[in-house]
C-alpha cells in the first residue's frame, strides 16, 4: 500500500466527487453556525478532504509521523481497526463467550464496556446520562438489566453516572442492546471520547438557577453521539454546564466549563473555560467569552476540533487538553477556535458579568421544598455511590407514581427525586426507608465520595468504599460536626474521586509493612484544603503513606484542630486552611 496521503491516490473523477460532497457538507454546517472543515487552506486543525469519515484523527495522526513521532498504540489501534466498526466482533465473541485480548480491549470502551480484569473476570458498563437525569421508566429498565446479566447493583458516579458491574462475557451485547431500547445510548462513555456531559442536577425545579441546564446537555449530548468526527480525540475529555444552581456539577474541573452569568443587558449567557483537569493540577481557566445559549454546542465542537488537531498523539500523559494550552497559551488557542466558528462571540470582562449565589454545600441530601411552595425533592444518599438493583427500580417507580418522572443523580454519588406534592412526602419517606436508603445522614456520608476501588479495578491501591464506610463510621463515633464537609477517597493517581479538590482527600498507595516478607499494606496519601467554585484550590499533602488503620483517627486529629481553632462555624474548613496554613497541623499528623 502506497504511504502517500489517502487523497492523493485518488483518480481525477473521485476527488471531483469528493470535493462536491464537501461543499454540500459545509454548506450545511455554515447554515447550522459552524465553520467550513473542508477549505482548501485548513490549519493544522482544519481537515483535508480523506475518503473517510475519521478525517479529523486520521490526519492528525499523519502529522504527528511526519514530524517524527511515534504513535502510541491506541493511536495505532484506533487508526487500524476503528472502535466504532466493531460491533460484529462484540457479538462474535459475546456468542462465543470469549473476551476481548490486546488492544480490543480499549476498542470495547468506545460502546461502554470495560472488561475489569485481573480484578474481576468481567465487565462494566458505563452509561451516558446527559444532565445526570434518567428518567422512572430507564431507572426500572437499567435494574432489570443488572438483574438478568450482571451483579445486580449499580455505581453512581463521580459525573452523576451510572455503571453496572459483573457482567458476564456472554451478556455484552444484549446490555448494550437492552440499554439502547431503554434510550440509553453508551458510545463514546469510555476511551478517547467526551464522557457524560454534566449540568445542575435539580435543572428545571432548582430555585436559584439562572438557567435550566437540561436542553444545553441533551444537544450537547446527541451532537456529540451523531458526530463521528469527534470519537477521534487524543484522549478523554469532560464537558459541563453550570446554571448557577444550588447543587452544581463542579464544572471548573472539567475541560470546557460553561458557566451561567448575567451579561450587562441582562441576558443569561454562558462564560467559557477551557483546560480543567485537577489530576493534573489545573482548574478550567475563564476566557473573557461569553456565549449565548444556542452558541455553546457549536464552540464546544470548535474546541474539541481545534484539540483534536493539535493534541499529543505520542504520548498519552501530555494527551489532554491542558497540555496544549499549556504549549500554545490560553489566548492562541482560542484563536485558533474562533478560526472554526462562523461568528464572533462576546467577549466581556469579569466585573461586567453578574454571577449566582454560591451553591449549597448539603441541598443534595435531605428534603428540602420548592419555590412554588406546593413540592420538594429529597436527596437520597446511597452507600458512596453503590445501589442495588431493588433500590434503583425503587427509585424509579417513586420519581414516576410520586415525583416528575426523573431519577436526578449527582456528581456526590446520590440521587435526587424532585417534584414531590407536600401531601405524599410522608408516603415517599416511608417508600425510602422500604428499600433501605436514607436521606438524613451525617455531613461525613453526605460530603464523602469514594471510587471504584481495588475490588472492581486494576489500577486502584485500596478497597476505597470499605474504607470510606470505615472512616465514615469512626467521625461519627469521635466527632460531632456542625458544618458540610466533602472528603474524597480515591484509590490511584488517576483520581477518579478527585481527591485534591476535597476539603480533605485520600490517595490511595501502598505502604511497605515492617517485615520486609509480608506483602504490601493498604494506606493512603492524606491532602487537605481542597475546593472548587468560588472556593477552588488544590489539597496539599499533609503526610503519607500511611496504614487505613492510621490514617483514619488521624483524620479525626485534623479535624479537631479545625474545630478548636476555627474563626467559628461560619468558617469553612477551606477558609480556615487558606487562613491558617497546613503547617497548624503539624502536630497532629507528626
Known amino acids: ?10 483518480t481525477d473523477e473521485q476527488r471531483e466527487y469528493l470535493k462536491g460532497f464537501a461543499s454540500g457538507v459545509d454548506a450545511r454546517r455554515e447554515k447550522a453556525g459552524l465553520a467550513k472543515l473542508f477549505e482548501p487552506n485548513a490549519d493544522a486543525a482544519g481537515t483535508r478532504v480523506h475518503n473517510h469519515p475519521d478525517a479529523l484523527q486520521l490526519d ?41 485480548k490486546g488492544t480490543e480491549v480499549f476498542r470495547y470502551k468506545y460502546h461502554g464496556l470495560f472488561y475489569t480484569a485481573p480484578n474481576q473476570d468481567a465487565f462494566m458498563c458505563r452509561l451516558r446520562a446527559p444532565n445526570g437525569h434518567f428518567t422512572g421508566r430507564q431507572a426500572m429498565g437499567i435494574a432489570d438489566v443488572a438483574d438478568e446479566h ?32 431503554l434510550g440509553i445510548i453508551t458510545r463514546g462513555a469510555g476511551a478517547d471520547n467526551v464522557r457524560n456531559i454534566t449540568g445542575d ?21 446527541y451532537h456529540l453521539i451523531n458526530t463521528r468526527a469527534l470519537y477521534g480525540l487524543p484522549r478523554k475529555f469532560n ?64 474546541i474539541l476540533r481545534a484539540y483534536a488537531g493539535r493534541g499529543c498523539r505520542s504520548d498519552r500523559k501530555k494527551a489532554r487538553m491542558k497540555y496544549v494550552l499549556d504549549e500554545m497559551g490560553d489566548d492562541a488557542f482560542m484563536d485558533a477556535v474562533l478560526g472554526l466558528l462562523a461568528f464572533q462571540p462576546d467577549q466581556f470582562e469579569p466585573d461586567d458579568l453578574r454571577i449566582p449565589p454560591h451553591p449549597s454545600p448539603d441541598a443534595h441530601v435531605g428534603v428540602h421544598a420548592q ?74 456520608r453526605a460530603g464523602m465520595v469514594a471510587c471504584t476501588g481495588n475490588v472492581g479495578c486494576k489500577f486502584s491501591n485500596t ?35 478527585q481527591h485534591k479538590v476535597a476539603d480533605i482527600g485520600l490517595l490511595g498507595t501502598k ?13 493512603y496519601h492524606l491532602y487537605v484544603g481542597g475546593g472548587v467554585g468560588e472556593k477552588r484550590g488544590l489539597g496539599e499533602k499533609i503526610t503519607g503513606p500511611l496504614t487505613t488503620d492510621s490514617v483514619i483517627p488521624l483524620i479525626a486529629d485534623v479535624l479537631n484542630v479545625y474545630h478548636d481553632s476555627r474563626l467559628g462555624p461560619h468558617e469553612s474548613f477551606r477558609d480556615f486552611v487558606g487562613r491558617s496554613g497546613t503547617a497548624v497541623f503539624a502536630a497532629a499528623v507528626k
Open 1 to 10: 500500500m502506497s504511504d502517500q496521503p489517502l487523497f492523493s491516490q485518488l
Open 511 to 523: 505502604v511497605e509493612p515492617e517485615d520486609e516478607d509480608d506483602e504490601p499494606l493498604e494506606g
Open 60 to 100: 492528525a495522526q499523519e502529522r504527528a509521523e511526519a514530524a517524527g513521532e511515534k504513535l502510541v498504540p491506541e493511536e495505532i489501534a484506533k487508526r487500524d481497526a476503528p472502535p466504532l466498526d466493531m460491533w460484529p466482533t462484540i457479538r462474535a465473541n459475546a456468542a462465543e463467550g470469549t473476551v476481548p
Open 150 to 181: 450482571a451483579g445486580g447493583y449499580a455505581h453512581v458516579t463521580t459525573r452523576a453516572n451510572l455503571q453496572i458491574r459483573e457482567i458476564g462475557p456472554h451478556s455484552t451485547d444484549q446490555v448494550l442492546l437492552r440499554l439502547q431500547e
Open 239 to 302: 464537558i459541563a454546564f453550570n446554571g448557577g444552581g444550588l447543587v452544581r456539577g463542579v464544572s471548573d474541573t472539567n475541560d470546557i466549563d460553561f458557566s451561567a452569568v448575567i451579561k450587562p443587558d441582562g441576558d443569561v449567557g454562558f462564560q467559557v473555560g477551557i483546560g480543567g483537569i485537577p489530576g493534573h493540577d489545573a482548574f478550567a481557566r475563564a476566557t473573557s467569552w461569553v456565549v449565548t445559549p444556542e452558541q455553546c454546542v457549536p464552540v464546544a465542537d470548535a
Open 463 to 497: 478497597n476505597t468504599k470499605r474504607d470510606a464506610g470505615a472512616l465514615a463510621d469512626y467521625l461519627e463515633k469521635h466527632l460531632k460536626l456542625d458544618y458540610p464537609l466533602n472528603i474524597h477517597v480515591t484509590g490511584c493517581p488517576n483520581s477518579c474521586a
Open 371 to 444: 419555590d412554588d411552595g406546593a413540592h420538594h425533592w429529597i436527596g437520597v444518599w446511597t452507600p458512596f455511590g453503590y445501589c442495588s438493583s431493588d433500590q434503583l427500580r425503587g427509585l424509579g417507580r417513586i420519581a414516576d407514581a410520586e415525583g416528575d418522572g426523573l431519577v436526578r443523580l449527582t456528581v456526590w454519588q446520590n440521587a435526587m427525586i424532585g417534584g414531590i406534592p407536600t401531601e405524599r412526602l410522608e408516603a415517599v419517606k416511608a417508600a425510602l426507608a422500604g428499600l433501605g436508603l436514607e436521606y438524613d445522614v451525617s455531613t461525613f
Open 201 to 221: 442536577p435539580l435543572a428545571g425545579i432548582d430555585p436559584q438557577a439562572y438557567f435550566d441546564t437540561r436542553p444545553l446537555c441533551r444537544e450537547m449530548h
